[in-house]
């Protein structure tokens, strides 16, 4: 008996070894992927906020100037800055419930479960720029047609220009997320809550959310 636990120990000290010795071979690519995805455009971006620009080879360097202008434009400053409050708020609140929905019928067991997954899914995987360039054709299409005006005409009409698009392209990333939390609830859970009483609108609120 003592000789397996030594055997076993053994064994965990050797593959902890192994661990450590091949963890930098096998984190390498992902942090390679990471810092130029992300640490090195966090760096460009601070560095050209400190700059004069229209294209990033034209840069020039200007110190605090932009941020002086921010904050001394105070109008203008408080309502960009709300605008982009709005677009948070309604956008997260709006593809989270809208998910959240699609995820519970879609664990229903319709037919044509996994196609419709996969339909809900495909827009996440559209480039934001592309998105944009398609949703303002249709959008502008759209407004000319019932107000001859198109997004530029109204803060309005671009704010939920904005959510829609929001939505369309988050919802089915959001759905996934919490399809895979609803499957994870035990059947035995849901069983013994209807033995209880429990109605659908109790289940729904004390054991899916």
Known sequence: MKNQIRNVWGKEIIMQKTYKKYFPIFVLPTLIAFI????????????????????IGSAKFTGLSNYLYVFSDTKGFLSALWFTVKVAVVG???????????????????KGTNVYRTIFFMPN???GIIL????????NGIL?????????YSATYGYWGIIILYNWQKIGYLMIIYIAG?????GDILEAAK???AGYFRIFLSIFI
């Not at 992300?38 to 294209?55: D, R, V």
């Not at 000319?144 to 530029?152: E, K, M």
């Not at 609803?182 to 035990?186: A, G, L, M």
């Open 36 to 55: 130029i995805s992300f640490i090195i455009p966090f760096f460009m971006g601070l560095y050209l906020s400190f700059c004069n620009f229209k294209t």
């Open 92 to 110: 997260v609140v709006s593809t989270n419930v809208l998910a959240f929905a699609l995820a519970l019928l879609l664990t229903k067991g319709l």
């Open 125 to 127: 995987l559209i480039g």
């Open 195 to 197: 033995i209880d009483g």
């Open 182 to 186: 609803i499957q994870s609830i035990s």
């Open 132 to 139: 944009g360039y398609i949703w303002q054709l249709l959008l």
């Open 144 to 152: 000319i047609r019932l107000v001859g005006a198109d997004l530029t």
